[in-house]
């Protein structure tokens, strides 16, 4: 491919790889062979790209950054990269010659089964921005074979189905089997001595083979980085002996051991062996990764003299916390560095995100699991723990709760939360409020001992692809007005404000959402065969279902409404739509069943001839990022109601502002921050604030308190017991007042119903107030810049990872 791209060199490029893979030309070829030819054409781009910019990182001796996380939800990728390189109008145009449209290929590719929400999503983002601001950067993962799964609503119940995405979508994969790395599990160690030095010897051990498969990552400016996905590979060879004796389960069951690994994102850890594969994921994941790290540096500079200076690497989330004792074991067991030595270089190479502060997100595992797993990992846990609750003894004598609290083990639990503090130079938190809840709750006792480790990174979305490619006409509208800077300097973007009072322009939005409106309706009847009434507001709630995130609080909301126009059939009201989005996991039986009752009261509602032209609930099977992409620039309110205190960040809510919807939530997450950007009058906040819930739990919450005092909570909770759809949902409204024999609504959906009720009432009495709608509108879409990645990864870069783009 020539280093200047016209739409002749395009061209030239298809017809080149229709040729040689196909056997075909333009005038013969198949849809799926123009997709796979255009996939060829832009990896061959991307690797021209990649090679000038790693020999540029090289003659600069750059520092880089290696992001490990469990999942990145990258979605597709042919769109994002033709927008990213600035070549989409010549592909568009050359296919439409040859009779085929560009959107039709798009919809060809799947979306990859590598991640299930925000934290992926997010991951994603920050790949972008790194790339598009010119650091140098890899992400790691694994290559899933099923990912999380697909989601089916059958009569209201999520089933889960094999999401078999890698067929049609590792054609933006390289293997690259040259770089493949051994890893070991199980068996017992032995420590010997030699010459002063401890020698660690295994026995009885498992090896899998990580392979690795590249993908090229673009970004709007020269640089291309790399997401490396491993692969699980069984090491031995195939027993022949036994398949020649008709064993044939047993000649392929090794294999099938090592290649479980990963197969599947997230398996259900409801048993045993749930744990140990999700275990052995996240050391399989950790390291293959840090093997590769230290073999690509001492590629480039020929020992670990400068691994420190050169090297950043980054835990997102508690998954990748293995971090800490596997580059202590490889520093210590394959390059002999000291403890000391080690353990400085891991303090000052590794840093920590943390995400929630949910307590079953803060990872912990039996500690007999494992050293069965990992016993050199384990060994080495023991040893960072007792030297540093030794160093805690002397920092505060006698002070046995707050040292346990501090421990890595404890109670034969090994906490992966505590062990990223200790072994991270910085830990930051993913918003301004959740920062603080840190500070001040979850890991208190770490900030009191080593406050200088703590900081704080607000999320922040990727608004090219969010705003530019998923949003053409508003994208279109903003260039217009303010030029084309934004695309590269998001904060540019509130240069728009000085048109909040222009009608043109807001006639221009209205006339921009009512398209976008249209489209997610013919994409939805695609999809079911049901329509979406587009003079009806948009009412968007998508995310993973969790009682935090207060889906049902939601629910409750629209069942009060459906009860008022049952009761009141006269009377003029808003039309509404509510769409929800997401998937449970598989064992979360309580978040099921608010999907459940979601459609049932969609269909109950959907069969009421009275109601049905003035209410509406979707729930959008298989929620995903191509999905998204729809959603966002036709939604009209954002819902952002989780329990205050309970949202570390959330980056839905910028991803709806940036395409102009109006936020509804509570001062939760960014939230906070979104209110401080736009102010008051352009947000709607209602409840408990995060300080009010902790009051309210420490006076003795009762949810039945509220159900008596308010008539409206009563006629929903009763509802909910009369059913929709012909299902009864007492089993709801006996968690909600009831409690099943613990706490009642442990997440005050009744706490904040009144509220949020009246602030709804506020936000859609708003709506038919069509050019103040248009101003917030502007208002939330110039105040964005603040929440794009771009932002985000220039203060990681400067504060935490102290990296220098490369151009």
């Excluded at 790949?127 to 598009?132: A, V």
């Excluded at 046995?400 to 991270?424: F, P, T």
């Excluded at 064992?587 to 509602?605: S, T, V």
């Excluded at 940036?658 to 936020?663: D, E, K, Q």
Aim: glycine letters at 6%; hydrophobic letters at 40%.
């Amino acid at each position: 491919m020539n280093q200047v791209l016209t739409k002749e060199t395009v061209k030239e490029a298809l017809s080149l790889k229709l040729s040689r893979y196909f056997g075909v030309n333009f005038e013969d070829a198949s849809k799926e062979q123009i997709y796979k030819a255009a996939i060829l054409t832009v990896k061959d781009i991307l690797t021209q790209k990649r090679s000038s910019f790693k020999h540029k990182v090289k003659k600069e001796r750059a520092k880089k950054v290696y992001y490990l996380c469990m999942e990145f939800l990258i979605g597709r990728s042919l769109k994002n990269n033709l927008r990213n390189l600035g070549i989409a109008d010549y592909y568009a145009e050359i296919l439409n010659e040859y009779g085929f449209d560009i959107d039709e290929i798009y919809e060809m590719e799947p979306d990859p089964g590598l991640g299930n929400g925000g934290l992926g999503r997010l991951a994603a983002c920050f790949m972008d921005s790194l790339t598009s601001l010119n650091y140098p950067g890899d992400g790691f993962s694994i290559l899933y074979e099923y990912g999380l799964f697909k989601q089916k609503i059958i009569d209201g119940s999520q089933v889960e189905l094999p999401d078999n995405w890698l067929p049609n979508g590792e054609d933006w994969l390289v293997p690259r089997t040259d770089k493949k790395f051994t890893i070991r599990f199980g068996g017992q160690i032995k420590e010997e001595w030699e010459n002063g030095k401890l020698l660690i010897k295994y026995e009885n051990y498992e090896e899998v083979e990580a392979v690795p498969y590249d993908m090229m990552v673009s970004g709007a400016g020269t640089a291309v980085n790399r997401l490396r996905l491993w692969k699980a590979r069984d090491i031995t060879n195939f027993n022949m002996s036994l398949f020649s004796q008709g064993q044939y389960v047993k000649a392929i069951q090794q294999a099938s051991n090592a290649e479980v690994i990963s197969k599947v994102l997230y398996p259900s850890d409801e048993h045993t062996e749930g744990k140990l594969l999700r275990l052995t994921q996240q050391y399989f994941l950790v390291s293959a990764s840090l093997q590769s790290i230290i073999s690509d540096h001492i590629a480039a500079y020929g020992s670990m003299n400068e691994f420190a200076d050169k090297v950043a690497i980054h835990i997102n989330d508690t998954h990748p916390a293995l971090c800490v004792p596997e580059l202590m074991r490889i520093l210590m067991d394959v390059y002999n560095y000291t403890w000391d030595d080690a353990w400085y270089t891991v303090t000052i190479t590794l840093s920590y995100t943390n995400h929630t502060v949910m307590p079953e997100a803060l990872e912990c595992w039996n500690e007999d699991l494992f050293s069965f797993k990992l016993p050199r990992i384990h060994s080495i846990v023991k040893e960072i723990n007792r030297r540093y609750c030794a160093d805690l003894w002397n920092a505060y004598p006698g002070d046995w709760g707050k040292i346990s609290r501090m421990a890595i083990i404890g109670h034969s639990q090994v906490r992966m939360a505590n062990m990223s503090v200790i072994g991270s130079h910085t830990v930051n938190g993913v918003s301004a409020l959740h920062s603080e809840i840190l500070k001040k709750t979850v890991f208190h006792d770490f900030y009191k001992h080593t406050p200088h480790k703590f900081t704080n990174v607000t999320n922040g979305i990727a608004h090219r692809r969010w705003l530019c490619y998923s949003n053409p006409e508003l994208s279109a509208l903003i260039t217009d007005c303010i030029g084309d800077g934004f695309v590269t300097n998001p904060g540019e973007l509130e240069n728009l404000l000085k048109y909040s009072d222009d009608a043109t322009v807001i006639k221009k939005l209205h006339e921009i959402k009512a398209n976008n409106k249209l489209k997610l309706s013919k994409y939805v009847f695609n999809k079911t065969g049901n329509s979406l009434d587009t003079e009806s507001v948009f009412d968007v709630q998508v995310k993973r279902m969790h009682e935090y995130k207060r889906q049902l609080l939601n629910a409750l909301k629209i069942i009060s409404y459906y009860i008022d126009i049952e009761e009141n059939p006269d009377k003029e009201v808003t039309k509404k739509t509510f769409i929800f989005g997401g998937k449970a996991a598989p064992g979360y039986y309580m978040a099921k069943d608010i999907i459940k009752l979601i459609w049932n009261l969609g269909e109950d509602i959907r069969k009421n001839p009275r109601v049905k032209d003035k209410l509406s609930v979707v729930y959008l099977e298989d929620y995903n990022v191509s999905t998204a992409e729809v959603l966002m620039p036709a939604s009209e309110i954002s819902e952002q109601i989780s329990l205050a205190g309970k949202e570390a960040s959330g980056t839905g809510c910028m991803k709806f502002m940036i395409n102009g919807a109006l936020t509804i939530g509570t001062l939760d997450g960014a939230n906070v921050e979104m209110k401080e950007a736009v102010g008051d009058d352009n947000i709607y906040i209602f409840g408990l604030t995060a300080k009010e819930v902790d009051e309210l739990w420490e006076k003795g919450y009762r949810s039945i308190d509220f159900y008596n005092k308010s008539p409206r909570i009563k006629k929903a909770i009763d509802r909910l017991n009369k059913g929709f759809n012909g299902v009864s949902f007492a089993n709801i409204a006996n968690y909600l007042i009831g409690g099943f024999g613990g706490v009642a609504d442990p997440y005050m959906c009744l706490a904040d119903f009144d509220s949020y009720y009246n602030k709804a009432e506020e936000i859609f009495k708003a709506y038919n107030n069509k050019d103040e709608w248009g101003r917030m509108s502007l208002v939330n879409i110039a105040k964005s810049g603040f929440f794009a990645a771009d932002r985000s990864i220039k203060e990681y870069s400067d504060k935490i990872w102290h990296l220098t783009s490369v151009k």
